[in-house]
């Protein structure tokens, strides 16, 4: 990976024993659009604001969330093109998956993959750290997850979270309302909530994405009147 | 030295050996009403010189899961061995319960991995899913599976094992019935 003249890590440790770059990465993460994720009883959903710059941008093609296997999605925070890099190789190593086992790869061994990948660009030489976080939808054998994984490559599992500009008032907010019942269409009410309180300006069915994975264990991206009709019962 | 000298003389005298059937041995299994059973031989032989009557074709995966290998010794014990690690490495990074078709599928990758020289081993995966509901399914050597089997037999009288099981088999046998019919069929 990288140069030869690029051959020794660019992530070299501070006097206090900090990655200074994995710090910045973090930085770049807490500078991108809020992304928030809900594990319910029977399912999860995860949502991130799409707002464009300008009503100049197309904004039918771009899609913030992703399908990475049958069974689970991805979206982040933080810088896009490295969120791309990472969808591919997390498409990949999951089809490699399927390809031995013949299953759908499950959710813990997916973040765990991933992980993987994103720690290896803070150890290689000539490459920097993913400047975004993660959260990973997913429903398996072990039933609904909800995962962040960090640029550093450490992940967690939460059951409710919020990752980019405005996570830690998103977090408070999840932290009232989450309940460890809570079914899969509240849990969407709540995630529109939450995004609603931090949201710049009117938020519509066209500029929030928002993915769900129920107990049929089919990641979908809802379509913008399906996000309307929640948005209608929410507020 | 004897014995060496004896492996030698029935080695020199004989034509192009079929790998398959160098060492002998063969594996049947059985579908029942919510149990499965699997028996093997123990011959261990060269051509036609026995060398142990204690061979071992049958490993244990798990409590509910079997694999039966004939063939080529070696490969059977490496096939064994490597068939063994795929399956405590799966259950070391994944908490779920190995289901029997994950590791047929295991089995399957491995083998057609090396289908430039391939393993001479013929297997057979035999066990409960996690809903009691029994699973069958062999193996030629190039890991090309046989699905959804009531009965397999592999090895050197599988010819004979098949007709045997075709003539015994009855569906839904309870599991004495049919280590009855298993016992029938090997002996």
Redesign the interface.
């Given at each position: 990976m990288g140069d030869s003249a690029y051959s020794f890590s660019l992530t070299t440790f501070s006097r206090t024993g900090k990655l200074l770059q994995i710090e910045y990465a973090l930085n770049a993460v807490q500078q991108g659009k809020t992304s928030l994720g809900i594990c319910a009883s029977n399912g999860v959903v995860i949502a991130t604001e799409k707002k464009l710059p300008t009503v100049l941008i197309d904004s039918k093609d771009v899609s913030k969330i992703s399908l990475v296997t049958p069974s689970s999605g991805f979206v982040y925070s933080g810088l896009g093109p490295d969120y791309r890099v990472l969808v591919r190789k997390a498409r990949k190593k999951a089809q490699s998956y399927f390809?031995?086992?013949?299953?759908i790869q499950?959710v813990?061994?997916l973040v765990?993959d991933v992980a993987g990948v994103m720690q290896e660009f803070t150890q290689s030489g000539g490459v920097r750290p993913f400047g975004v976080s993660l959260l990973v939808a997913g429903f398996?054998?072990?039933g609904p997850q909800l995962f962040q994984v960090d640029p550093s490559g450490a992940y967690f599992g939460w059951k409710a979270s919020a990752i980019g500009k405005n996570s830690l008032n998103a977090k408070s907010f999840l932290e009232k309302r989450y309940s460890e019942d809570i079914e899969l269409d509240d849990a969407i009410h709540t995630a529109l909530l939450t995004m609603k309180d931090g949201f710049e300006g009117e938020m519509n069915e066209f500029n929030v994405e928002l993915g769900v994975v129920s107990e049929d264990r089919r990641f979908r991206i809802l379509t913008p009147a399906e996000i309307r009709d929640y948005l209608d019962e929410a507020l | 030295v004897f014995l060496v000298l004896l492996t030698a003389l029935s080695l020199s005298t004989s034509q192009q050996q079929n790998p398959l059937e160098v060492n002998g041995g063969s594996c049947i299994a059985m579908k029942g009403k919510n149990c499965i059973v699997i028996a093997s031989d123990k011959r261990f032989g060269q051509q036609n010189t026995l060398i142990s009557s204690n061979a071992k074709r049958v490993l244990k995966l798990n409590s509910r899961l079997l694999c039966g290998c004939t063939g080529l010794t070696s490969d059977v014990q490496t096939v064994m061995q490597d068939l063994s690690h795929a399956v405590k490495k799966f259950k070391m990074s994944q908490k779920s319960h190995l289901e029997p078709s994950i590791a047929a599928s295991i089995l399957s990758s491995f083998l057609y991995s090396k289908r430039g020289s391939p393993y001479f081993c013929e297997t057979l995966i035999a066990g409960l899913d996690s809903s009691n509901k029994p699973f069958l399914k062999s193996h030629d050597v190039l890991g090309a599976g046989e699905g959804d089997q009531n009965f397999a037999a592999i090895g050197t009288s599988a010819s004979t094992l098949y007709g045997l099981c075709e003539a015994l088999y009855k569906p839904e046998m309870s599991p004495d019935e049919l280590a009855d019919v298993v016992s029938k069929c090997i002996f």
């Open positions: 390809n031995i086992y013949q299953e499950p813990g061994p765990r398996d054998d072990q | -």
